[in-house]
């Protein structure tokens, strides 16, 4: 795998991850590749219930999120978690055949989409380009990534 | 100096535009003269005469601005400058020209044009020195590139100078959609949020996520308390945009300016002076042509209403033309008759002429579509590390805008497979003996009312008999009726859900999108889709659909007392067979027509279309007539009452609660008020072929 500058969050400090997915092969695949970014995973969540529970618990920087999963699909969990907490960042992954899903979760406040398979590099711009949106600092968007860990 | 008096004023005023706009013209005269001639004094001359006479007349109705303007234009076109910038000074000739006409539109308006100071410093920086200006970021000079118009209608742009007012800043911007984006919807969904989260939303196009799908420009235009730049990085979405193009909105003056900075920059970048970047060119040809510009945006829901109302004339028509019928048996003798007949006939002539014209109005050449393919396949060929060159044919083909749009998934689709699993890999291609570099062909063309797409490739090829173990490995068939299938059922296999050919998944391929989305997306156009192969020499798929979805020719017959049309364009033949001429071969009946055998439909046994179940009776010598129809390769004969004759039936598509079936495409209504069910062949077909005993079918 490609080396990738740690993305960091303005404090510095790494940045937390919820991985959402209800296959642990996908989940330990994606937590593979956020760990190469430098990130930390803050929790896991097979299904839409738990994601909710787990974002309480953890307050993530960023979430993860599979579109079809047992229990509660993403798009609910996402609607869920937006009206709780408007600033949550979310981004979505799954294949192309689910696009009227991921239409439908943006529309719910989802921040970005990833398809599977997922590749790293994508993963990273993506990830950075939603850790740089940062509401606080409006106007001026920095980008975080910081020297290579 | 002063104004004139206020008595002469306004026809000095009439007589200043006049003489102003034929000096606009001598100057784009000019400036396309020293594209050519760079160095051409006498035409540098001529160019140098009219700007200064421009600033004279200017000066003279107490336009200040552009008075001043001109004189700055005036200053920098001496040979020295033109020696050193080259063919350069034609662009800015001309870009100056469009701001000229701008400013001359303000005025002439009443208005006072914004931002004079502003805009004279830029000209100042921009004629003083080629490098003084060269901070211009590369994104914005590369992104001017994307074409864009940003055509915003009269109340959107009243919005956008409404918000400048304000003292809100104001962005137009060009957003290219990645073109390896898969989910076009989402994507432009995503581009959506980003916009609203960066300020107000002026004006969007496209403006719904069903006309994003195959739209590859993001137009905005957004009032914002963002910069440019921060602006710009914001758009920048990753996996989403490619490309942006930022520009202020709401005065015209700025966006020119910007063009002429932008020459001002890669003139800048050019190494050799006498060779401006093609890039300018392009820029300053988009600014000029968005000017001259004579075609019209309209809503597409206004050209489908009347679309509607000529199809209901057409239907008024007929209606007519019945009555006229039958004025005509009961006055036989009546003079009026004949006036009544020839005001038929010009009536009609001119229904036909509107028809046609209507038509038309949707009709946009494929080439439309082909443009993105180039850098899909470079694309798609690079990740599978193949060396692909794409070929482009029958490029203005036209057709139905709305038929181009639903083309766009299907196509974008079979050219990717072409290059990811026709084309083989450079080794395999050697050893057979055939160039290393592959080939995708495109082509399209006219064939009777339809319009037929093909995606070629001079690849593998596929290998018949590995398709028939794949279905039998998946399960699809039985290893016995695997064996029974023809080439060609063979061949439509791939277009089964879930059956893929591909021995790995490769990055491109193995997406959950398969050949069952090609011929779904085709059949909603009342369209099919064609496969051929050729083992080791390639692949060919046709698309094809109808020219347009609004009427089609059909025949019209009657199966058990009610009235159904066919699209003739399927229509092979039509033959007249005895009842006893019909066999019973595995619980299908069958006609031998000419040494071929036929199986036959019979509406009534199909589906619940219609309640009239006549029994098979007894074989009898009664004549029946079999009306032979061809959807893709299968043909089968329909067995009919009676005939009715030829008919352009104007399609109504018909709600789904009303009719649940999918065997029916759609609904007529002749001029007597009858109502006309149109079949859906190609269902009737994969109907009728799939339920194999009889029984099961009733």
């Known amino acids: 795998m490609p080396q990738f500058a740690a993305l960091q969050r303005k404090d510095n400090k790494s940045v937390r991850y919820l991985v959402v997915d209800d296959s642990v092969f996908a989940r330990k695949n994606l937590i593979k590749m956020i760990q190469t970014f430098g990130g930390e995973v803050a929790g896991e969540a097979g299904d839409g219930l738990t994601a909710i529970a787990e974002f309480n618990r953890t307050k993530p920087d960023i979430v993860l999120m599979d579109i079809t999963m047992p229990q509660m699909e993403g798009i609910e969990a996402v609607e869920r978690i937006v009206r709780q907490h408007s600033d949550a960042r979310i981004v979505m992954v799954s294949s192309v055949g689910y696009q009227e899903n991921i239409l439908a979760a943006l529309q719910k406040g989802a921040k970005h989409f990833v398809q599977k398979p997922v590749k790293a590099e994508v993963l990273y711009e993506i990830l950075r380009y939603v850790l740089s949106d940062d509401p606080a600092a409006a106007g001026a968007p920095t980008v975080l990534a910081g020297e290579h860990a | 100096m002063s104004r004139p008096p206020e008595d002469r004023g306004a026809e000095l005023r009439a007589l200043f535009f006049e003489s102003a706009y034929e000096l606009l013209q001598a100057l784009n005269e000019g400036g396309l003269q020293l594209e050519t001639h ?13 700007v200064h006479t421009l600033k004279g007349d200017a000066a003279a109705c107490g336009f200040a601005q552009l008075s001043e303007l001109a004189h700055q234009l005036e200053e920098v076109l001496t040979p020295e400058v033109v020696q050193s910038r080259g063919a350069g000074i034609a662009e800015i000739v001309l870009s100056a020209a469009d701001i000229f006409g701008t400013m001359l539109f303000a005025y002439e308006r009443n208005s006072e044009p914004r931002s004079g100071i502003h805009l004279q410093k830029m000209i100042r920086d921009l004629l003083e020195g080629p490098s003084s200006k060269k901070d211009l970021t590369a994104h914005e000079a590369h992104g001017s590139q994307i074409a864009a118009t940003f055509a915003w209608t009269e109340y959107e742009q009243l919005m956008i100078s409404e918000a400048v007012h304000r003292g809100e800043s104001v962005y137009n911007l060009a957003l290219r959609v990645d073109p390896n984006s898969l989910m076009r919807a989402a994507a432009f969904q ?11 939303v002026i004006a969007l196009r496209p403006e719904d996520n069903i006309a994003a799908a ?10 914002t308390k963002f910069t440019a730049e921060a602006l710009a990085q914001r758009c920048r979405i990753p996996a989403i945009v490619s490309d942006v193009r930022i520009e202020r909105a709401g005065i015209s003056e700025h966006e020119l300016l910007d063009d002429l900075l932008e020459v001002q920059a890669n003139l800048a970048h050019a190494e050799h002076p006498d060779d401006p970047a093609p890039a300018a060119g392009s820029a300053i040809g988009a600014a000029v042509t968005a000017i001259t510009e004579t075609s019209l945006r309209v809503d597409a829901a206004r050209i489908d209403a009347v679309m509607n109302l000529v199809g209901e004339l057409i239907i008024g028509r007929s209606m007519l033309n019945r009555t006229l019928a039958e004025f005509d048996k009961s006055h036989a003798r009546d003079p009026v008759r004949t006036k009544l007949a020839d005001a ?30 180039p850098r899909v396949v470079r694309d798609v060929a690079k990740q599978c590390g193949k060396d692909v060159a794409l070929q482009v044919t029958g490029q203005n083909t036209d057709l139905d805008k709305g038929i181009l749009d639903s083309l766009a998934e299907p196509l974008m689709h079979l050219v990717r497979n072409a290059v990811d699993h026709g084309i083989d890999p450079v080794d395999e291609r050697v050893a057979a003996g055939k160039p290393a570099r592959g080939t995708v062909f495109l082509n399209a063309f006219h064939q009777g009312a339809q319009v037929v797409i093909e995606v070629r490739d001079d690849g593998r090829g596929m290998d018949t008999n590995n398709l028939r173990a794949q279905a039998v490995e998946k399960a699809i068939l039985k290893q016995e009726e695997a064996t029974r299938l023809s080439e060609q059922e063979v061949l439509n296999l791939i277009f089964e859900p879930g059956f893929s050919t591909a021995t790995a998944v490769t990055e491109v391929s193995g997406r959950g999108v398969g050949m069952d989305v090609v011929r779904s997306a085709m059949g909603k156009l009342k369209g099919t889709v064609h496969v051929s192969t050729q083992l080791g020499k390639g692949t060919t798929i046709q698309l094809r659909a109808p020219l347009t979805l609004a009427s089609i020719q059909t025949l019209l017959f009657r199966v058990g007392g009610r009235l159904f049309a066919v699209p003739l364009s399927s229509v092979v033949e039509i033959t007249r067979i005895r009842e006893d001429e019909i066999h019973m071969v595995d619980q299908r009946e069958i006609l031998r027509l000419r040494d071929q055998l036929l199986t036959l439909v019979r509406l009534n046994r ?7 179940a006549a029994p098979p009776a007894a074989p009898t010598k009664k004549t029946r007539f079999v009306i032979v129809i061809g959807a893709a390769e299968k043909r089968f004969g329909l067995l009919v009452d009676s005939l009715v004759g030829e008919e352009e039936l104007v399609i109504k598509a018909l709600p789904s609660d009303i009719v649940s079936s999918d065997l029916v495409s759609g609904a007529s209504i002749l001029g007597d008020g009858t109502v ?9 077909v994969s109907r009728f072929s799939k339920a194999l005993p009889m029984e099961a079918i009733a």
Do not use: W, Y
């Open chain 2, 38 to 50: 760079p160095g051409d004094e006498e035409v540098l001359r001529g160019v140098r005469r009219a």
């Open chain 2, 190 to 200: 995503l581009i959506r949020n980003v916009l609203h989260g960066s300020g107000t």
């Open chain 2, 214 to 223: 195959t739209v590859e420009v993001v137009e905005a235009a957004l009032a």
């Open chain 2, 344 to 373: 038929m006939a010009f009536q009609t002539r001119v229904l036909d002429e509107l028809h046609k014209c209507v038509l038309k109005i949707r009709m946009v050449p494929v080439e439309q579509l082909f443009r993105r393919f």
């Open chain 2, 606 to 612: 199909l589906d619940h279309i219609h309640a009239v």
């Open chain 2, 676 to 684: 006309v069910l149109i079949l859906n062949v190609p269902a009737v």
